[in-house]
């Protein structure tokens, strides 16, 4: 069993930052993409940011310029670093694994509220 647990959520104002991490446990057999997924209140969940494997990234037009995805594959640790943080930023960070099984892993969420 696969268990993603993500940190860094909060409430920041806008044009400020935040880092959230999240890391990988259990059985792993190799990993495709690890990324974020966001989910506004209202709206369906939608890509943020991925890195694969190779080391390429991938990101949505909206946040490209202000956040940063890396990846730590020692510990199986994804981290998306966002700065200039704009209200319609705010939504539940889902921390998500894709293994090259084609199994899919999702962590629980973390709320990230921009608000002054």
């Known amino acids: 069993q696969v268990q993603l647990v993500e940190s860094g959520g909060g409430l920041v104002q806008p044009g400020g930052s935040l880092r959230l991490s999240c890391v990988a446990s259990g059985n792993i057999f190799s990993i495709f993409t690890m990324g974020w997924y966001r989910q506004a209140p209202g709206k369906q969940r939608e890509l943020a940011a991925e890195?694969?494997?190779?080391?390429?990234?991938n990101y949505a037009r909206s946040v490209l310029g202000r956040f940063t995805i890396s990846t730590d594959n020692a510990k199986n640790a994804v981290y998306l670093q966002m700065n200039d943080l704009k209200p319609e930023d705010t939504a539940v960070y889902y921390c998500?694994?894709?293994?090259?099984?084609?199994?899919?892993?999702w962590g629980k969420g973390t709320l990230v509220t921009v608000s002054s």
């Open positions: 998500n694994v894709y293994e090259k099984n084609g199994m899919e892993h």
């Open positions: 890195m694969f494997s190779t080391g390429s990234p």
